[in-house]
């Protein structure tokens, strides 16, 4: 199974076996079954045995920019980096979280020389391909190769639920002919698959078929273990978190 749901004291969270495996990793998606704002922080730190001063949030706008940390301290002392929907790292025991309403969740890893990230895609981050973003600039500043690179897309509103406008059709066909195959016609409305264009994105990349594994976990049809803003219009979110161990 690709992701698989645990749970510790109150809490139910999701991790991926093929990350997890590898005992250099650790990756968590959050339920709304013992998560809220109140408490997510404190959670986190718990279900990753870190203090708090060592999980980095994405500060998000629905956009395409990453920050790499490098030092988590300089990064505690100064003011975030703002407009952020993507986090990347060569440091152990640092968290890195981006938090979701339906949005995607993409978890990246490197195998040989751990290196880890995270990225929250909607449609824009998806049109905009942070994924592939992400795998450059993993190539770019740590030396990775592509065959080395395992990603995670995780749970996030299916093509079930995310009903489109025109204009997001369009804008998909008119930047990426080839996702046109994401998107379904029902009932006189579109319906766009997030997974399968960000899964086809990371492909393109060149990433290979067998290092990309899906969750095809609907937050809205699962509104039972997940916050779905699309579904509720809640201003509470899922994190996902990811951890290169020390």
Known sequence: MDFIEKSYKEMIYYEIPFFNENKNVKTIFT??????????????ALLFDEPENKIVFSNQVHGNNISIIKDINFYNETEKPKGVDGLLTDKKNIVLVTVHGDC??????????????????????????IGGKMISLMKREFGSELSDIIVGIG????????????????????????????????EGKYHLNLWRSNELLILR??????NIVNSCLCTSCHNDRFYSYRKERTMERMAAGIKLMG
Request: glycine share 12%.
């Open 31 to 44: 339920s709304r079954i013992g998560f809220n704002k109140g408490n997510i922080l404190n959670n986190l």
């Open 104 to 129: 995607v969740p993409l978890f990246f890893f490197d195998k040989k020389r751990k290196i880890i990230g995270l990225a929250h895609a909607g449609w824009r981050g998806t049109l905009s391909d």
């Open 155 to 186: 749970p996030s509103i299916g093509p079930c639920c995310y009903e489109v406008g025109e204009e997001i059709y369009e804008s998909f066909v008119g930047k990426h002919l080839f996702l046109i195959e994401c998107f379904e016609r029902k």
């Open 205 to 210: 990349a060149g990433i290979l078929k067998q």
